[in-house]
């Protein structure tokens, strides 16, 4: 501690190297993704905004900053009183290709010019098909692929649940533990944590079963794991009932833990010995996270479904499932789709989103990015907070740190988290936090982020850990 102590006091100021932009006076800052006018908003205060959010919102939707945002560009993002914060979160790991970025916004307003609403059902049009294409070529294996659109990500795995029991003519669905996969009533069934979302709102659906995840943090073998799956088809899961299995590749929500290869292989014989299907949920972990494509493919595994989202679009709202032509095609005519799935202006913007992450090599640089952030939480840690950073992992730039007490113990650190969270925002850096215990930070800043911005956040980081440390030991 006296240690952490003594860091607080030698940590070095962040940089913050816009200027503060004055009310009704708009200025120009310079962002990795070119010149961008950083408007305040006139007269409007965080406080103030609040304060109506309070009365106007309901308590159910959080927000983790008490801050409006104003402008963004890049990882860079402005609230409306002008103050300037480097994005480590993305809105939720949706923004690897950055706040606004031009080819995105140039695209998605093109299409505006066009029509923005027909409905693929009514009047279909070609940027879905050019997006299922594009999918269709990105996902491994090679079975021939086909598509499904739809708007967001619980609803991709909703739909992907729907196709596996049409396809299988079986009920069952396993999930495991501690993943994350939506807030609908179905996709929470399948989420395996109970507090904040799945508490007070139960009954979930019938047919819903969980398996251990395999978690080196909590002692549990990729063997251990395996066991219980084992059991679970002795106990509760007849095997021949069983639609699908689906996992996140990388743990999201969860803690940002990689699913240990071997499992997922595993995983795939296990589903082949019982004619179940394969679900590589890369809602989180997709389109560049971790290095590739999708998450899956680090394993070798071609699984039967994908389902996704967040950054497949650079910050527009569609979700999707991919899969093999033969089971995606199991439903009906009319069994799937909704007014608005694939809406065309999320099918432009994504697909100029991943012709950013092609042209601009962003798979060879979340790797880059991935060990940068790895060998800077190392130091950090053991400079400014020994024996309180746990474990540094993720896969690619899909990273997480996580607090504990004391390496003696191990016991999770929710509180010293959540500080640095606070403090960090003081700062001007966006955090958020994961886990079971909520002891985990993880980074999903974009992955078009400069090196200047990347090393600006990581000052801010260690400033606001040394904040925190000294904020607790009093
Ligand atoms: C792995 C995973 N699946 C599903 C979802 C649900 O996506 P959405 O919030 O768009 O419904 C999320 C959201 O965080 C996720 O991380």
Redesign the pocket.
């Known amino acids: 501690m006296a240690n952490a102590v003594k860091s607080q006091k030698t940590a070095k100021k962040p940089a913050r190297k816009a200027a503060k932009p004055k009310a009704k006076a708009p200025v120009v800052a310079e962002a990795a993704h070119g010149a961008a006018a950083v408007a305040t908003q006139a007269g409007k205060t965080n406080a103030d905004l609040l304060a109506r959010r309070q009365a106007a919102v309901a308590r159910g939707v959080a927000s983790a900053a008490p801050v409006f945002a104003a402008h963004a560009e890049n990882a860079e993002l402005w609230d409306v009183e002008g103050r300037r914060y480097v994005d480590f979160a993305g809105g ?2 949706v923004l690897n290709t950055g706040h606004r970025h031009p080819k995105v916004i140039e695209a998605a307003k093109a299409q505006e010019d066009h029509y923005t609403h027909t409905s693929f059902q009514v009047v279909p049009y070609e940027p879905y098909v050019a997006l299922a294409e594009k999918l269709n070529s990105l996902a491994p294996g090679d079975a021939p692929k086909k598509s499904l659109l739809v ?7 909703e739909n992907a649940v729907k196709i596996a029991r049409a396809y299988t003519g079986r009920p069952g669905v396993i999930a495991f533990t501690g ?6 009533l179905l ?1 929470l069934g399948m989420t395996g944590k109970i507090s904040p979302y799945k508490k007070d709102v139960g009954p979930f659906p019938a047919d819903i079963f969980r398996a251990p995840f395999p978690s080196a943090r909590d002692g549990i073998t990729v063997e251990d794991a395996l066991t219980g799956l084992e059991n679970l088809f002795l106990t509760d899961a007849q095997p021949d009932r069983v639609a699908a299995i689906i996992i ?1 590749p990388v743990l ?2 969860g803690g940002y833990i990689p699913v240990p290869f071997e499992m997922l292989q595993a995983l795939r014989a296990i589903c082949d010995k019982h004619g179940i299907l394969l679900i590589s ?5 997709g389109f560049a996270r971790t290095g590739t494509w999708f998450a899956i493919e680090h394993s070798g595994v071609v699984p039967d479904l994908i ?1 996704v ?2 950054s497949m679009a650079g910050g527009y ?1 569609i ?1 999707g499932v991919i899969g093999r032509a033969d089971v995606m095609d199991a439903m009906a005519p009319g069994g799937l789709g909704g007014t608005y799935g694939g809406n065309p202006v999320a099918c432009a913007a994504a697909l100029a989103a991943i012709e950013a992450i092609e042209t601009e090599g962003l798979l060879a640089r979340s790797t880059a990015l991935g060990e940068r952030f790895r060998a800077a939480f190392a130091e950090i840690g053991a400079r400014t907070a020994p024996f309180r950073m746990w474990d540094i992992r993720g896969l690619g730039a899909m990273l997480a740190v996580e607090f504990v007490t004391d390496f003696e113990t191990a016991k999770p650190d929710a509180a010293l988290t959540k500080s640095v969270c606070a403090h960090a925002l003081k700062r001007g850096l966006i955090l958020l936090a994961c886990g079971m215990h909520g002891n985990a930070l993880r980074i999903m800043v974009p992955i078009t982020a400069s090196d200047a911005i990347i090393e600006e956040g990581l000052a801010i980081f260690e400033a606001a850990l040394a904040d925190a440390v000294v904020e607790l030991s009093v």
Do not use: C, F
């Open positions: 939720i790991a708007t967001t990500g619980a609803e991709a795995v993943g994350y996969h939506g807030r609908t996709t996140e999201g929500e949920d890369e809602i989180q972990a389902t989202a967040k709202p979700a």
